[in-house]
């Protein structure tokens, strides 16, 4: 039973990493209806920054910078590759070229801090505590109440103030919104500048028991996006719900089927939502009349 | 062939008849003489640049006061670098430029067995020989045996994987005695290789792994392969993998409070694995081929070398750096013996070695023969400990050979 309890604990403690970051895919979906294939990139850097600042500042005082640079980065990315692509109609030109954003992000890590993985300081102490014969590392706790804390600010945000009201309005109808006179164009900068903005936080967040370096971005990215197709790119619970599944199932079939299928479940998982739910499990249809 | 003679007439200021001798002229000739061309093909960049970039300095090193003391046949060794970024395909463009372009007389280097098999057929098919000093797969040497090639090229000063698993399973199974033993592998060509000779190695001590466990690279939970270890009741585990994930199956062990003692394979000697596992590296052991000590005065002056032309404390991957500078050294001595820089009478030199050879991590007598290109045979490997943060020799008997 405590073996059970355990892998359930630890498959939703990497699930809510994968959580935090495909969030980040679902704000930019939202309003834009593009991605920011680059998010494994945007977390590896917010986490590379933290990483440098981080003697200077201590783990609590480079957070406000991480979030400033997040913000920026993103800000750089849909202005450099989405903007054109969005203001040209292009299907697929945004696909391209994040992911070769991606790229140079990652070259430019390399040069900067090497390939090596590097450690990370942990705020927190590194001895696990037990809750129940059920062993869980204090930082793990606080990725779960990081990430919770991050979605539902992005959530408070988007409700409380006039902009994420115009965030909403966005993704809700872009073309009405425009004609209401919000600047849908900036909303889409904004939308970014916040997904990478989660990314960054997710990095730092991360950091601590995943290895920082400048390749942590590609492995983690990827998950995240098969976690935010089968939740639903439409919904924010809809990422919680698919990375605590695909957390939870890559732990099980480790355990109890065999390591080397560790993968397996979760991308059966993902086949499935697209054939049965293509807009994720807690994803909204889209209705396109013509 | 004719600036060869030319180079030799002009230093020793010979007539051109004697040229042919290639007598050794003193050390103030050899910097005028033609220098020998040896190629250095390793990862400067990309995953496996630590064990590289380590490669290269030992090679330089051994390079540099190989010219300090004459060169060789009266003339300089010359090194041609390139970075094969640890990918196959750039391996065999490197492989093709140092042959055809920069016409050297051999090559060392490779830290990747998957580049080692990818290049080494080039310098097969023009006969110059090749020097693995830091692959570790057990094919590369195996890859043109006669007589299904006339002759094999390849040489490696190197810990190779089947000698590495028999070191790994003598150290848990004879010296410690443990009998329930779990393999920990990564899901690449090297840890699956590596688990395999693992595998057969236990097999021949008569013991069956109680779990057999597989991560892929940049995994960040070890929670599931741990527990199967666990409940499989492994006194022991051994490990095929580089080292963050290592780090991560020590972290993981530690936040599962179950701790066993760890016994992996070389890459386990990486600073990566006993920076990001910090305390919980404690106590892990390793094969290695060379452990940093002073034991030795050739060994001091290995060390003040890399202090001196690198500003090192620490060496990066000092297995790399030996292995690798002590293959420079076994090649010079081929040259010299061979007295030309024929590839197949490299070769041939290197096959018979007459004269005994100091390295740093020990003297080669006779290190290979025309069936055996393995210089390494199992005394060369050592077990390693981590102690307060650094790796030190696990056994008192472990001495310079």
Known sequence: MSILTQLLVSGMSVGMIYAVIAFGFQLTFATSRTINFGQGEALMLGAMVGLA?????????????????????????????????????????????????GIIFKNLAENIWGRDDLKFPSPLPDAPLVLGGVHVLPMELLITAGALALMLGVEAFNRGTILGKAVIATAND??????????????????????????????????????????????????????????????????????????????????????????????????????????????RSALTKV | MARHFLATWLSTGLA??????????????????????????????????????????????????????????????????????????????????????????????????????????????????????????????????????EHNYVFRNGLYDSLQAGKMVEEAVERRKFTRLAILADSTNYGQLGRADLESALSAKGVVPVAVEKFNIKDIDMTAQLLRAKQAGAEAILTYGIGPELAQIANGMAKLGWKVPLIGSNPMGMTSFVEIAGPNAEGARMVQSFIPDASTP????????????????????????????????????????????????????????????????????????????????????????????VIVSAHESDRPR
């Open chain 1, 53 to 101: 600042v981080v003697p200077f500042l201590g783990y609590w005082g480079t957070l406000p910078l991480v979030l400033m640079f997040g913000l920026c980065q993103g800000a750089l990315v849909e202005k450099l590759a989405v903007a054109r692509a969005i203001e040209t109609r292009s299907d697929f030109g945004w696909v391209m070229s994040t992911i070769a954003l």
């Open chain 1, 174 to 283: 872009s073309g009405a919104a425009g004609l209401m006179g919000i600047n849908t164009p900036r909303v889409v900068t904004l939308s970014y500048a916040m997904s990478s903005m989660a990314a960054a936080f997710a990095g730092v967040l991360v950091a601590p028991v995943t290895l920082t370096g400048a390749t942590m971005g590609s492995a983690l990215g990827l998950k995240a996006f098969s976690v935010a197709i089968i939740g639903g790119l439409s919904s924010g619970l809809g990422v919680i719900l698919g990375g605590l599944l695909l957390g939870v199932c890559e732990k099980l079939t480790g355990f109890y089927i065999a390591t080397g299928y560790a993968d397996v479940p979760g991308l059966l998982l993902l086949l499935l939502v697209l054939s049965l739910r293509p807009t994720g499990l807690l994803g």
């Open chain 2, 16 to 149: 051109i008849s004697t040229a042919l001798c290639l007598v050794v002229p003193s050390a103030v000739s050899a910097q005028n003489a033609e220098p020998i061309l040896i190629g250095v093909s390793a990862a400067f960049t990309g995953g496996s640049a630590a064990m590289g970039l380590s490669a290269r300095q030992g090679i330089e090193i051994a390079a540099k006061e190989i010219n300090a003391k004459g060169g060789v046949l009266g003339r300089p060794l010359k090194l041609v670098e390139r970075d094969d970024e640890g990918k196959n395909e750039v391996g065999v463009q490197v492989a093709q430029e140092l042959i055809d372009k920069e016409r050297v007389v051999a090559t060392v280097g490779f830290v990747n067995t998957g580049v080692a098999l990818a290049a080494q057929r080039f310098y097969e098919d023009a006969r110059i020989p090749v020097m693995s000093c830091a692959t570790t797969g057990t094919m590369v040497t195996r890859q043109f045996l006669p007589p299904d090639y």
């Open chain 2, 298 to 389: 050739r060994r001091r002056a290995f060390l003040e070398a890399f202090r001196t032309d690198y500003n090192l404390e620490r060496i990066g991957n000092p297995p790399s750096a030996a292995q690798c500078y002590d293959a420079f050294y076994l090649l010079a001595a081929a040259l010299a013996q061979a007295r030309s820089t024929d590839g197949g009478k490299i070769r041939e030199a290197l096959e018979s070695l007459e004269q005994p050879v100091e390295g740093v991590i020990g003297t080669y007598r006779k290190p290979f023969t025309a069936g055996n290109h393995d210089a390494f045979d199992p005394s060369y490997a050592l077990i390693g400990e981590v102690r307060g943060g």
